[in-house]
């Protein structure tokens, strides 16, 4: 079983529509969680961080952490075709290398 | 402006060739990474290093080499002992806390012909 599952779509929404990209992890000792954006034949951009259990948000975004579940999440509200990326989510102890996910391709048509 | 540089941005590569895809950081970063992306598979550890003249092995080290001589530079050599090298290549660089997150660079796109 891998330490992150991600589920790697394709998942295809109409502009405007609320996405839910999620991910799962066994690790308990897992504290800090990302979610980065890639673009087509780019490097992935660090979009979201959050410490420990929580909410953030950030414009249309909202990344969610629960801990007693081990379960991450992120929302895009009114989402626009320029979302349209592949999303990896990322996380670390703290001190030790990141673990990603497979990352979900995401396309959002007009 | 601080970032991670790639280069080239193509590469195409003849069978039993060596090839040296180039990553530097202006970021005073001291852990750099290589990762291999390929289609649904997501990021896989090549090599890393957190410190200059050490580096270790990543998931999938085998028919790749790599050097740390300076802090801003961290090469990584495909030799032909890389059966499937065709994939896209993506360096990063770090904090030591490695929970603050990485910096991209835009990657390689490496093809052999």
């Known amino acids: 079983q891998k330490e992150v599952e991600q589920d790697p779509g394709p998942l295809s929404v109409p502009e405007g529509a609320i996405v839910s990209l999620n991910c799962t992890y066994s690790?308990?000792?897992?504290?800090?969680f990302m979610w980065y954006r890639q673009y087509s034949r780019k490097g992935p951009e660090l979009l979201m961080y959050?410490?420990?259990?929580g909410n953030k948000e950030d414009g249309r975004f909202t990344a969610q952490v629960d801990k007693s579940s081990k379960y991450i999440s992120l929302f895009i509200r009114d989402s626009q075709p320029s979302d349209s990326a592949t999303y990896l989510c990322?996380?670390?102890?703290?001190?030790?290398?990141?673990?990603f996910g497979q990352g979900t391709e995401l396309s959002v048509k007009p | 402006d601080g970032g991670i540089t790639q280069s080239p941005k193509y590469l195409f590569r003849k069978e039993g060739q060596n090839v040296t895809l180039s990553c530097e950081q202006n970021?005073?970063?001291?852990?750099m990474y290589w990762y291999r992306q390929d289609p649904g598979q997501g990021l896989r550890l090549i090599y890393y290093?957190?410190?200059?003249?050490?580096?270790q092995k990543g998931d999938i080290a085998e028919g790749y080499s790599v050097s740390r001589e300076k802090k801003e530079s961290f090469p990584l050599t495909v030799t032909s002992a890389q059966k499937n090298p065709t994939a896209f290549y993506l360096c990063?660089?770090?904090?030591?806390?490695?929970?603050?997150?990485?910096?991209f660079g835009s990657g390689t796109r490496l093809t052999v012909v």
């Open positions: 990063a660089s770090s904090t030591v806390m490695e929970g603050l997150g990485y910096t």
């Open positions: 690790n308990s000792a897992f504290q800090y």
């Open positions: 959050t410490y420990s259990s």
């Open positions: 990322a996380m670390s102890e703290g001190r030790g290398k990141l673990i």
């Open positions: 970021l005073n970063h001291d852990a």
């Open positions: 290093s957190q410190i200059v003249n050490d580096f």
